[in-house]
């Protein structure tokens, strides 16, 4: 692989505790490494060759200090609603393309639903038109699961999605939450 894809892979973010906290890409990793904010707890298998220096590209670091992590880490926009509900309408189940998907206020906005994590879910066109300006109750409509702020169980997710493919990650995703 060339130098700069590499600088561009996913490098696993432990915290000082061992627990996976974040995904950066290697080039912050070795920002972060270099400034003595982190430590290479697994490196990859090759390197990064300069005139001057060979450097070790890591897999996974570790935070030498330990970071508190705030409960609710991420905007809330529309692509986050849609990958906290990836991609899936919340009413039928139907996975869509970013593009075929709308949000849908649970408790409508005409009736003082909020814009809010808890209020905001993914939803297809016809679920959305079919539940026009009443609640699921209402509609007779069930959502999948209530609606939460997008927390660090749901990146975990995502870190477990992209480290199923890789024997370094592992070892950290696969306990329990
Ligand atoms: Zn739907």
């Not at 935070?63 to 880490?73: A, D, N, V």
């Not at 699921?136 to 999605?161: C, N, V």
Request: proline share 8%; with cysteine.
């Amino acid at each position: 692989m060339p130098s700069l894809d590499r600088l561009h892979k996913p490098v696993l973010v432990l915290n000082a505790s061992y627990e996976p906290i974040n995904i950066c890409a290697a080039r912050r990793a070795l920002v972060l490494i270099l400034k003595g904010v982190a430590s290479a707890e697994e490196v990859a298998p090759s390197a990064i060759h300069s005139a001057r220096r060979t450097l070790p590209v890591p897999s996974v670091i570790r935070l030498l200090e330990y970071r508190r992590i705030p409960h609710q880490t991420r905007a809330l926009s529309r692509k986050n609603i849609l990958m906290r509900d990836r991609y899936t309408c919340q009413y039928c189940h139907k996975t869509l393309p970013s593009g075929e998907m709308t949000l849908d206020h649970v408790v409508p906005r005409s009736r003082a639903g909020e814009t809010t994590w808890e209020n905001l879910v993914a939803c297809c066109h016809p679920c959305n038109n079919r539940k026009g300006n009443r609640t699921p109750d209402e509609a007779g409509m069930r959502l999948q699961r209530p609606p939460r702020p997008f927390s660090l169980h749901t990146s975990r997710h995502l870190m477990r999605l992209l480290g199923r493919s890789d024997d370094q990650w592992r070892k950290y995703l696969f306990f329990a939450d």
